[in-house]
């Protein structure tokens, strides 16, 4: 185990030996038995009928008995001298209330005094044959008038109940223990679940008195810090071999197999680690698999190698014919067994295995060469290749223990992305081990976010599931890994997924409430959907409880008045925030409301969360409103206009009103664009691309337009982007590999003609810079409905020329980080790098064009509307993040000497670069402000980010908080996006659009064409013809060139 873990258990053994030490010692009951049970205190003389909407009825059905031969009476007595016979620790006054009696220390167990118990109320659990099944564990607090008077938040008390059925000599009596005590009733009410999910191990406990309270000190301290393991990992760790021993074989079989959450240890290893052999030796007779591995690799014979010869010699003698394999198989960080003893420096272990290893003779066997290459972080893409085509079979290679691929052992990011490179679509990046884990699964438990990344740039299925039923996200979570956790969601992975132990992300992270991280987790998969459990689930606590488990019952009256009455009802949310003194609420309707009012009542019982915990409840009315009238007005009138236009149409089929998309340049902040995209997908019905029927990009916006266009999902936009920093920006310096990045556009966009993809309408800047001033050029998918020659006179050059790929790396080519594309075209965010006044022009142009095409008269009529025009019905502009505004030195622009006049020439460039090149604010504005005046709604979705990214940003956590913070803006705008997506809806998809709009190429597109087509080849011919002049030519000469010129 780790040392942190180490000293927890020691932490615990203290507190439980303390407790130990300050109880007097009591007789033990006759025979050679370690433990008694539960079900022994449960057989004490004759069983009586309790009465069915009793709590003893309740308790039966957990706990069942059968008489005892002698009547009870031994156990009776000793039991009655270990809890119920203490005296009062202090008066009732007050101050104390009925807690008179209760000790300082919250984590002592004592008996819960017999008088006072019926003025308790109970608050957790819920009355119901589902709920209450195993009700013998409950909550209670102090209701009597002593409490109400008081502003001092209650006591609350973790109560085992025990309902014996005496002998004939003795009257029924019923035992209760205060287990754990907390004012803070959410702790108390988190080890109440956590004991009713591992309520089998308070069956068995030591006979006497001073060993059952180590006992139940130790198997408390446990529940506590051990949050997420199984009632199987839990009884190895204490060494409760009676429970084993009495567990259905078939049962008892499968739960050894499993794995405990986050460590990934089965109670096998459990007690290896603890060096309890005769637990150990219990295991292996039930069935225990010698053969599983941890995460990391490590077989029994490593866990036992720092542990003690004994324990290595039992693991020996059962292991039979796979001894060899384990002894000579290595983990994750290549060490066998005997090197871990060595390392360790444990002589007599390190000694033991050098004697198996004389038994076995182990032959070692040659490494694979690819399993090297990927544990090496200097492997690069030329390695790779050269290894696969030596032997292509060493990628389908897996480890004889482990099950492991070379995905699975690969540790550095480096060679993870070569093989992804090189074997592209053909590498089996969801293989599966012998724990049925996916490369995924091992990269999210070493708590690597750099091959997480890595790995997510292929198509890897993020909600596969291993043999515990886990997914990836499950790992996050257990790991409280926040980064990791809000990855997985950004890239889809599924907060609601259940493993095989009914468990959610959700409920994991709510069972580490007081963990560094864990209420970061829970705000992050609500946000996203995750569910709380349902009612019937144990274990949960108040952040994932269901609902309906709010509603709590009162054990027993407090006076004969209420004896008469009906069982009442309060809320265990309204119990701690009222203290008590208000009247309890009885209606199941209130109890959203109180999970609601959590969000501003810090003494409701959700205090520590601070955010609404029911993600089926959020208010769209708490989500961010424009707070500025002026610009709310007319973007409310514009969008009322449009819908009224739709209701009015009576062939909607045949409408005109179009939806148009703006994506601003940004580099490898595009991905910001992607999910913006992916958030509003959340609120369609159809895939995004269906939506927008006109289209434009600047730079890496280019790539998003082209991407739509083609019908390519968000998820593969989202790996297009984590492949093009893993390949491209991998160097310290500029400019980056220009062959590498026009290989990467080709291969995302294909060798198709703009003219290929008539539909939607494309829009691609760039810039020409092969002459001053530098012209902004614009490369579309479409010609006007006008002589082709005319088409060129105004630049609406023909789509047919220009590829796909060509016209986005024509956009993308940001000066200083690649070269200019065909020596003269450069990024078109030099002059329009929010191509959203260029698209709004060339919509107006072409409606013009088409109107131009009327006839005169028609032209005159009011309403009139030509065959082509179109009608904006809805404008988004996608950006690239907001960088937050920091202060600047004015005197870095005083140029008062020398030194001062460089340094403020360049920041003065930088300032007219930055602006020349802004995506926010006055384009913003122009765009808008044209936008309302022609009644056409207006959306722009951007996400302030954390800081200024690089364009060629390529950190994996950099990226990751820009996912989120694009996360944390569609969850506080929800209201624009849901604003959005209905109009979109109102508006339709492009379906019937694409026919009617669909073909836009010149009036007389073919005949043009071939005009001039044979006119290149003619003037090409004639150049060809063209003699050569010789160098030595006086029209060659320095003179006759300046002359010509």
């Known amino acids: 185990m780790a040392s942190s873990d180490t000293e927890v258990e020691s932490g615990i053994e203290e507190r439980a030996l303390a407790q130990q030490a300050n109880h007097e010692s009591a007789p033990e009951l006759k025979g050679s038995d370690k433990h008694g049970s539960l079900n022994d205190m449960r057989k004490l003389g004759q069983q009586n009928q309790y009465d069915s909407d009793s709590e003893a009825s309740e308790a039966a059905s957990d706990l069942s008995a059968n008489t005892f031969n002698d009547g009870g009476m031994s156990l009776w007595n000793q039991f009655g001298q270990m809890f119920w016979s203490q005296p009062p620790m202090r008066k009732c006054s007050f101050a104390t209330g009925l807690d008179y009696w209760v000790p300082e220390d919250c984590e002592k167990v004592v008996a819960f005094p017999t008088d006072a118990i019926e003025q308790y109320t109970k608050i957790y659990p819920i009355r119901g044959s589902d709920a209450t099944k195993h009700s013998s564990f409950s909550v209670l607090v102090d209701a009597s008038p002593f409490s109400r008077a008081r502003d001092k938040q209650p006591l609350h008390h973790l109560v085992l109940t025990i309902h014996p059925n005496a002998g004939p000599s003795m009257e029924n009596r019923e035992f209760s223990i205060s287990l754990f005590r907390s004012r803070k009733v959410t702790d108390v009410v988190a080890l109440c679940e956590r004991c009713r999910e591992c309520r089998a191990l308070f069956r068995y406990f030591p006979k006497g008195k001073d060993n059952t309270i180590f006992y139940y000190v130790k198997l408390l301290g446990y529940l506590q810090v051990k949050m997420l393991w199984k009632v199987e990992h839990i009884g190895a760790l204490v060494g409760c071999k009676e429970f084993f021993e009495n567990q259905p074989s078939k049962k008892l079989k499968k739960n050894l197999s499993a794995h405990c959450s986050p460590e990934g240890l089965t109670p096998l290893m459990i007690a290896i680690q603890q060096n309890d052999e005769d637990m150990v030796s219990l295991l292996i007779q039930k069935g225990a698999d010698l053969m599983q591995t941890t995460p990391e690799a490590n077989n029994v014979l490593h866990l036992a190698a720092t542990v003690s010869p004994s324990m290595l010699n039992i693991l020996w003698d059962a292991l039979g014919d796979n001894k060899t394999v384990l002894l000579g198989h290595v983990n994750h960080d290549g060490s066998s067994p005997q090197y871990l003893a060595f390392t360790s420096m444990n002589a007599r272990c390190l000694s033991t295995l050098r004697g198996f290893a004389k038994q076995v003779n182990p032959e070692a066997t040659p490494e694979n060469p690819l399993i090297q290459a990927m544990k090496s972080p200097k492997t690069t893409f030329q390695h790779i290749d050269a290894i696969l085509k030596e032997t292509p079979d060493a990628i389908d290679k897996t480890d004889p223990v482990t099950g492991n691929s070379v995905l699975h052992i690969c540790t550095h990011k480096k ?599 044979a006119e290149e080849r003619k003037a090409k011919k004639e150049e060809q013809e063209q003699p050569a002049v010789s160098p030595d030519s006086p029209l060659n000469s320095p003179d006759a060139r300046n002359s010509s010129a």
Request: aromatic share 8%.
């Open 415 to 1013: 060679p993870l992305s070569a093989l992804i490179e090189v074997l592209g679509e053909k590498l089996p990046v969801n293989a599966r081990n012998s724990l049925n884990q996916t490369p995924l699964h091992v990269y999210v438990h070493k708590d690597n976010l750099a091959l997480v990344f890595t790995i997510l740039g292929a198509e890897v299925d993020i909600n596969a599931q291993d043999d515990d039923g886990n997914t990836a996200l499950h790992l996050a979570t257990s790991l409280l890994n926040v980064t990791m956790v809000r990855t997985l969601l950004c890239f889809g992975a599924n907060p609601n997924i259940h493993n095989l132990h009914d468990e959610s992300p959700r409920h994991l992270a709510a069972k580490h409430r007081d963990e560094a991280g864990s209420i970061d987790i829970l705000r992050s998969l609500i946000m996203f959907g995750a569910k709380s459990c349902g009612i019937k689930k144990l274990g949960c606590t108040v952040a994932c409880v269901h609902k309906d488990n709010y509603i709590s019952e009162k054990t027993s009256p407090v006076s004969k008045e209420n004896n008469n009455q009906n069982t009442s009802s309060n809320s265990l949310a309204s119990l701690a925030s009222t203290n008590g003194n208000e009247k309890p609420k009885n209606d199941k309707d209130n109890v959203e409301s109180d999970v609601d009012s959590a969000r501003i009542n810090n003494a409701a019982a959700t205090e520590a969360y601070e955010f609404e915990l029911d993600a089926d409840t959020h208010d769209v009315k708490n989500a961010y409103v424009e707070p500025n009238p002026p610009r709310k007005f007319p973007q409310d009138a514009a969008v009322r206009r449009i819908k009224a236009l739709l209701t009015q149409l009576a062939d909607k089929e045949n409408s005109n009103i179009i939806s148009v998309l703006s994506c601003d340049g940004g580099g490898m902040k595009g991905i910001i664009m992607v999910q913006m995209l992916i958030i509003l997908q959340r609120y369609l019905d159809a895939p995004v691309h269906t939506y927008f029927d006109w289209v434009a990009g600047t730079s890496t916006g280019s790539y998003v337009s082209g991407a739509l266009a083609k019908g390519f999902s968000l998820a593969h936009m989202q790996r297009y982007y984590l492949r093009t920093k893993d390949i491209l920006f991998t160097t310290w310096s500029r400019p980056y590999n220009t062959l590498r990045f026009e290989a990467l556009c080709r291969d995302a966009l294909g060798d198709d003609r703009l003219s290929k993809v008539p539909y939607p309408k494309l829009v691609f800047t760039t810039t020409r810079a092969d002459t001053f001033p530098c012209q902004l050029v614009l490369q579309r998918n479409y010609q006007l409905p006008i002589p082709y020659n005319d088409n060129l006179d105004l630049g609406f050059d023909d789509p047919e020329d220009t590829p796909l790929w060509l016209a986005a790396r024509r956009s993308a080519a940001a000066p200083t980080y690649f070269a200019a594309s065909e020596g003269k075209f450069i990024d078109g965010g030099m002059v329009a790098n929010n191509p959203s006044l260029d698209l709004l022009s060339e919509v107006i142009f072409w409606n013009t064009t088409c109107r131009m095409q009327a006839p005169e008269e028609a032209q005159a009529q009011p309403k009139f509307q030509a065959a082509n025009e179109v009608r904006i019905g809805c404008f988004l502009s996608l950006g690239t993040g907001i960088t937050p505004v920091s202060p600047v030195d004015p005197s870095l622009f005083e140029m008062s000497d020398t030194l001062g006049m460089l340094r403020g020439i360049k920041n003065l460039t930088l300032m007219v670069l930055d602006q020349a090149t802004a995506t926010e604010g006055a384009p913003i504005s122009r765009s808008r402000s044209w936008c309302h005046s022609l009644r056409i709604p207006y959306f722009r979705l951007n996400a302030p980010l954390f800081k200024d990214v690089m364009l060629d940003a390529s950190d994996d956590s950099e990226i990751a908080q820009m996912l989120w913070d694009c996360e944390v803006y569609g969850y506080t705008h929800k209201k624009d996006f849901i604003e959005l997506a209905s109009l979109l809806k109102a508006i339709g998809t492009n379906k019937h659009r694409k026919q009617r709009f669909g073909s836009a190429k010149a009036s007389d597109y073919s005949e043009g064409r071939k005009k001039r087509l």
